[in-house]
């Protein structure tokens, strides 16, 4: 399998009173909060450890968009894959994604991956999103037209890379006389697409239609990947196809140390601090974004996230988060991308207040002993799908040394 | 008994409740959805021929996606007058329901007989914001919309919580309200440019501790529309049908028998 190293880029000095007078980090949180000065700091350090993730032998690095809050300070995470494009050499770039009805015309999402893609020399994954429920707060974009916006902009990109311009587009979101834009991708016939997603069925079965990349959202409860990665297999038999381990993305929270107990002592209040803080008033679900049967139902899931967890037992248990000694990282890892089936995994080494210098000493842990590992690791191409989910999970040619 | 039908306008199913004895009044209900046969509604049925419709996308009606903004909406209900018959009618709208009433008296003045804005959205009053109703906390849109934070209106209009089977009802309702009032946020600010074409008789009604439209908003609806008086309820938030039922009957029968509308 291949291994990524994620970066939420998130802010690291919350107020002590920040638990009692916000209710969310997101969207409302006064940005007088926010040090510029402190905030050079953190973006050349994050930078390093993306940069670090590459000279590690990572296979690829991952960004993403969000907009005014303290969980990820990144409103453009095309500028830090510009800037990776030049400081990584061999890594996937990977932005995942673009929120594709935030920007106005769409077609800029495609001048801006294709430039990360040709001056990366073809590196770029181009992730395609809706954009989270905080977002449609922070630009006043009508909720009630996501999808449909998405889908628009979605199918114009697409055609703005492997369709020769100009050519005349005419949405029901935009009208434009002349698409063309400069320069092209250098993946042909487009730059390879992710799409996260949460579990929604629209989702899953337009990832699976259009053969792309579906990256699970992560901090939920592990039965609720393997349901939706499930789900996905089951969409893509019935589009006649089987799922490649290498279209689902597996996006977690990992954490490595000497010992169990050295690797908790260290990273456990840096995770709660994450869980308890910077994912206040992440899952906020504006009318419309999704129908009201998925709102209701997201809802209540919402009492299996990460932001409801308070011990280290649940976490363990849940899969929330693989923290631990190389060996328990290893084995757990490999345990559970086996019963996912899932081929990428997406790592998020920082998290929330974790220092530079125990976020480098994990990656280092990670990529000397337990990385080889997994990237020596072929995940069962033959997952059941679906219905098929109760049988036992893992074939003996997925147990590799 | 009110009777719940289905009206065919155009591609859109139109549930229709209507009841009472009278000539006919026409009720748009407000964003939260109240299209059931409500205690004030009885009392406005004491004298009227009640017309009660789900606005597209809201209740069992069905449509919204062809509906963009408040202008379709307003057209939709010239289309639904239309089918009924209904030349001229009285109108009383609530908030969401208050707004779409005076796009239809500009767009349609010789259907609209005389006008009640109860609460109404539509503007932007400087100085005086809406709050935000795009929330999904139960118990702060209680406190947003009710000035009596026991008033036994509350139950009548809002889920209690996840479990309560009307939930989805109400999330499908604040879906149809976002398509037309997410941005510009409940309001439409080409309206004041266009409130003084309405000229027919206008009761303004207010709930005076409203915490969502504050009575600003009422003040300035009452100065621009041509024929207009400002009526407040005390003790009364935003949902006066709800929180004051009988003052809100009372003020609309006065306003509907009077002469000329004074």
Redesign the interface.
Known sequence: MRCFAFHLMPWDRLPADFNEKYESAWTWLPNSIYEPRHGHELYNRYLDELVLADELGFDGVCVNEHHQNAYGTMPSPNLMGAILARQTKRAKIAVIGNALPLYNPPTRVAEEFAMIDVISGGRLIAGLVVGGGPEY?SF?????NARAMFMEAMDLVLRAWSEPGPFEHYGEFWKLKYVNPWPRPIQQPHPTVWIPGAGSKETIDLVAARRFGYMGIPYFHMDFFRKNFASFRESCQQHGYRASPYQLGWLCPIYVAETDEQAWAEYGSHLFYFAHSLLKGLV?????YTS??S??GI??ALGQFLSTVKTREEIERGGYAIVGSAATVRDKLKDYAGTLGVGNLLGLFQLGTLPADLTQKSMRLFASEVMPALQAFEPDPTMPAGSELALPPRSPSATPA | MPETRFVQVGDRKIQLTVGGQGPPLLYLHSAGGETDWFPFVERLAERHTVYLPAHPGFALSTGLESIRDIYDYAWHYEDLLATLGLDRVPIVGLSLGAWLACELAILRPNRVERLVLVNAAGLRVPGAPMAEL?I?DLAKLKQLLFFDQSSPGIELLMPSG?DDPR??MW??A??A???VG??P?LHNPRLPQHLHRIGCPALVLWGRQDRLIPLAHGEFYASRLPHARLEIIEQCGHMPPFEKPAEFAAAIHRFLASEGGG
């Open positions: 707060y006043t974009v009508n909720p009630t906020v679900l504006p009318p419309g009201p049967r709102i209701a809802n209540k | 795009f999904d996840l939930i989805l999330l499908r604040r879906e309200t976002a398509r997410w941005n946020y």
